[in-house]
């Protein structure tokens, strides 16, 4: 790609993997997420039966719940411990570390005792190996981000990194798709003995595949450089906090956007499928919800990170934020009156489609709001602890609108289109991104490069790419 002299004092130097570094985080992000929303549809749908004594229904389920959002409550932790060990060690390195931690603590709640057999000693093992998923998740999708938007070509970032959250909407397809078999060909005392676990075991394929595939990835020009100036901060962490703490407070304000899969599929399932609600969806047909929408997700998102590349990051968010919220009230309200057609229509439209504006640019949004020397804690910290809040959120669900509560698609509705609200105004007040180039990233007084010749430097990058 030609470039100008100017351009390239304001873009790293050396070797570019762009498709490398595209495909080691798509499928790590898919093999590390397909871990992690395993726990959350077991959660829902198994666990409350499994690990929790048997007698007030809405009991089982707000503890099973709350055991998913345990693990956010260690992400901030691990974002912490992550963040800098991406900051000071290399993107590369942080990503086998959370593949690793990721594929053992899944596999070994496969083979978890259960409440009847070893009493409270169950939901307490549980809880722990929860804990160490979260820690360990917390650092891939910033780690994977910031590897990917180091490696794209200016003008293309969102693009490429957009891969990201494909890989873990495609992650999501697997964790739910792999629970479908079982559930229907297996009788409901087989699968609740231990068909359940197989997903769990199957994890023994991240470790192999994720070390096989990241092995193979260089580290970033950006980092490489970072290192070789001697610029790597001893303690990013407190670096990002001290220079960027407003763009941190966004991004955590911008990640509350997570209540929209929350409600779809944590929430959602449990309001469809747990017999104390009385709606009366059989297990593997709600299943499809899910997958159907991550499905369509997987298709939308190159499209909307290429239009972010086109017209910028901020608008997109707004529109995805407010519009998904409020289509939330639709999908509540369409499992209320126990209607499967709609139900998969409001999905698809709220989370396949319109949260796209969101999901599809923060992966290109939020690292690129850092400097390179503080970008993965920048972003891992903020964003973990905005996924906190939300994944507080099934139990405090279940709280306000419990079995046999009244007006439950109301009652979830307003609080979810709030939040979204919450994300919408402070992706408004951030400042836009596209046009400036990576050293200059996370500098308030960078100048964007002028429109027209981005978007002739972005027909470049398309035109090379497409060579």
């Known amino acids: 790609m030609a470039t ?19 495909a080691s985080g798509w499928i790590g992000s898919a093999l590390e997420y397909y871990d992690f929303f395993i726990y959350a549809t077991a959660a829902s749908l198994v666990f409350p039966q499994i690990f929790f004594p048997k ?34 060690h290399g993107r590369k390195t942080v990503l086998l570390v959370c593949m690793f931690l990721m594929g053992f603590s899944t596999m070994a709640v496969g083979i978890l005792p259960t409440y009847q057999q070893v009493g409270w000693l169950a939901p307490l ?62 009788s409901p005392e087989s699968f609740m003995s231990w068909g359940w676990r197989v997903p769990f075991l199957l994890s023994v394929v991240v470790i192999i595949a994720g070390y096989i595939i990241r092995s193979k990835v260089d580290e ?27 763009d941190m407070l966004r991004v955590i304000c911008m990640a509350l956007m ?3 899969p929350v409600v779809t599929t944590i929430f959602g399932a449990a309001y469809a499928v747990q017999p104390g609600y009385k709606i009366g969806f059989h297990t593997d047909v709600y299943l499809w919800i899910p997958v159907v ?60 489609v319109v949260y796209q504006g969101y999901n599809a640019i923060f992966p290109s949004f939020y690292p690129e709001m850092f400097p390179t ?20 959120l099934p139990a405090l669900f279940v709280t306000v609108a419990p079995p046999g509560a009244t007006n439950i698609p109301m009652t979830i509705g307003a609080i979810t289109f709030g939040i979204t609200c919450i994300s919408a105004i402070a992706a408004w007040t951030a400042r836009e991104t596209y046009r400036i180039h990576l050293n200059d990233l996370g500098n308030p007084n960078a100048v964007p490069v002028p429109k027209a010749e981005y978007d002739r430097m972005r027909e470049q990058s398309v035109a090379a790419a497409a060579a």
């Open 220 to 246: 970033t020009p950006a980092f490489a450089e970072e290192s070789q100036h001697q610029e790597v901060p001893k303690a990013p962490v407190v670096q990002a906090i001290r220079d960027n703490w407003a």
């Open 373 to 392: 020397r503080t970008r993965v804690s920048g972003m891992a910290i903020s964003q973990n602890l905005g996924t906190l809040v939300t994944a507080l």
């Open 4 to 22: 100008t002299a100017s351009s390239m004092e304001h873009e790293p130097h050396g070797t570019h993997q762009t498709r490398k570094a595209t």
């Open 293 to 352: 929408g991550n499905i369509v997700a997987v298709l939308v998102i190159p499209f909307v990170g290429n239009l972010a590349d086109k017209i910028g990051r901020r608008l997109l968010i707004i529109v995805g934020a407010l519009v998904s919220g409020l289509l939330s009230f639709g999908y509540l309200y369409a499992i209320s009156i126990q209607s499967v057609t709609l139900a998969f229509a409001m999905s698809l439209l709220m989370w396949g």
């Open 125 to 186: 093992l549980l809880v722990v190996l929860r804990l160490i998923q979260g820690f360990a998740v917390a650092g891939e999708i910033s780690g994977a981000s910031s590897m990917i938007l180091e490696h794209a070509p200016f003008g293309r970032r969102a693009f490429f990194a957009s891969f990201t959250l494909q890989g873990v909407q495609a992650g999501q397809i697997l964790a739910a798709a792999v629970f479908l078999p079982l559930a229907h060909y297996m």
């Open 258 to 260: 997570n209540v929209i």
């Open 55 to 88: 007698g007030d229904p809405t009991v089982a389920i707000v503890a099973s719940l709350a055991t998913y959002g345990v693990g956010y409550v260690a992400r901030p932790i691990g974002a912490f411990f992550l963040g800098h060990w991406g900051d000071t």
